[in-house]
């Protein structure tokens, strides 16, 4: 089975910041990792698939990339109804989780 | 727009089964498959299986194979994930989702459409 490793599990960051959270795979992923988000009470939201392909409707600042084993989601400037918990997905497998909360 | 929408919250026994359903609106249900994402109180997503219902097949997660049953019902555009031999550790809330492609491969592609999610409680 592949391993997925997300991190950080938590992060604090200012409304502005670039906030980067990293997705590394165990072995080769083919691109097939997916970024969502998650808040409280809510469905998880579909931001990014594939690696670095935007959602419809997704604001332009949530970014993906990376390939083969490393893969990185960036919000290029934190907003406050960005506060949520972000989790990558490769097939069966999701990452541990990194919630984000504004400092 | 496709939509998903699941049966009511559930409180069960330990030993006790559940089965909760999901059922689709606006879309094309057959050619899509159907995963369902779970999550205990304080824990993160896991992936617990999937259908395609035009085919038929499923795939479970290694950690549920033995205890879930994924179904499907084409007539109504309705799917099933039974649990079975319930304990405290499967108080969750429990997702099913829609792949973005419908695809064999479906459990490689991004979930886009989720339903509201099922909170099933399991207590004596």
């Known amino acids: 089975d592949i391993h997925m490793t997300q991190s950080p599990s938590s992060l604090s960051a200012s409304v502005g910041d670039r906030v980067i959270i990293s997705c590394q795979a165990s072995?080769?992923?083919?691109?097939?990792l997916h970024w969502y988000q998650h808040k409280p009470g809510k469905a998880p939201k579909l931001l990014i698939y594939?690696?670095?392909r935007l959602e419809t409707g997704v604001p332009s600042r949530f970014r993906g990339v990376g390939s083969g084993t490393n893969f990185s989601f960036i919000i290029t400037s934190l907003q406050p109804e960005d506060v949520a918990t972000y989790y990558c997905?490769?097939?069966?497998?999701f990452g541990q989780g990194t919630k984000v909360e504004i400092q | 727009q496709m939509q998903l929408v699941q049966s009511g919250a559930e409180v069960k026994k330990p030993g006790s089964s559940v089965k909760v359903s999901c059922k689709a609106s606006?879309?094309?249900?057959?050619?899509?498959?159907v995963t369902w994402v779970r999550q205990a109180p304080g824990q993160g997503l896991e992936w617990m299986g999937g259908?395609?219902?035009?085919?038929?097949?499923?795939t479970y997660g290694q950690k549920f194979q033995d205890r879930v049953s994924i179904t499907a019902d084409e007539s109504t555009g309705t799917a099933y994930m039974e649990l079975t031999t319930l304990r405290s550790a499967d108080t969750a809330v429990y997702y099913c989702?829609?792949?973005?492609?419908?695809?064999?491969?479906?459990?490689?592609?991004?979930?886009?459409?989720w339903g509201q999610g099922t909170t099933v409680t399991v207590s004596s």
């Open positions: 606006g879309g094309t249900f057959s050619s899509y498959a």
């Open positions: 259908i395609i219902p035009i085919l038929g097949t499923v």
């Open positions: 072995q080769d992923i083919n691109n097939y």
């Open positions: 989702a829609r792949p973005l492609v419908g695809a064999r491969d479906y459990y490689n592609y991004g979930l886009d459409v």
């Open positions: 594939d690696a670095s």
């Open positions: 997905q490769q097939s069966f497998t």
